[in-house]
């Protein structure tokens, strides 16, 4: 009930919300305040009155695949993430299209792991620590390699918005992506295209 009332100005994602063909979760990528990873959507996007609900939500797979084919991202935020008066500032608006894409490629990967994501293997501390090659350390992980952003109106802010994501294709060894942000009367504000690949090759 408290995320349908966060959520309710978006009145187009709440029946994906209500629905059982719908998972959601609230954003994570399974570390901890102090990890050197994922500090900047973690801490950074969520201080000084930035944001306050982010989830992301992906439609099942079709009966006999693991393959998620829609997603997406809901975040409710305050003045912390502002630009200009009253417009999120460009870089929270990219940022904002860029996870809505690694949600679908979370939501991806823990369908492929039987709805398990394991997230970061707390290996990676040590090879960081030890100064070992990024290819390394990221090796197996799926990262972006193209985003393309096209804005279309200004993203109001503080607000509540929602990015719709397309997964276009998914052969293990990338993903690519169309994504578009709305806002609560489905009114299209942003547009993205991109591409993750994995490194080090295919699953």
Known sequence: PELLEAFAPLKWAIP??????????HRSRN???????DTFCR???HSFDGAH???E????????TSKVKKALLLCRYGIGLAGFPGICHGGAVMTFMDEALGAAMVATETERLGGQWAGLDPGYKGLVDEGRPIEEVLKGYMVTAKLDVKFLRPVLCPGVIGVEVD???DDGRKMRFKAVMKNGDGLPLVHADGLYVRIGGAV
């Open 16 to 25: 994906l919300l209500k629905s059982p063909d719908w998972k959601w979760r």
């Open 31 to 37: 570390t901890q305040p102090g990890d050197k990873a």
């Open 43 to 45: 801490d950074t996007m």
């Open 53 to 55: 609900e982010w989830l």
């Open 57 to 64: 939500v992906h439609k099942k797979p079709a009966s006999g």
């Open 167 to 169: 997964v276009l294709e």
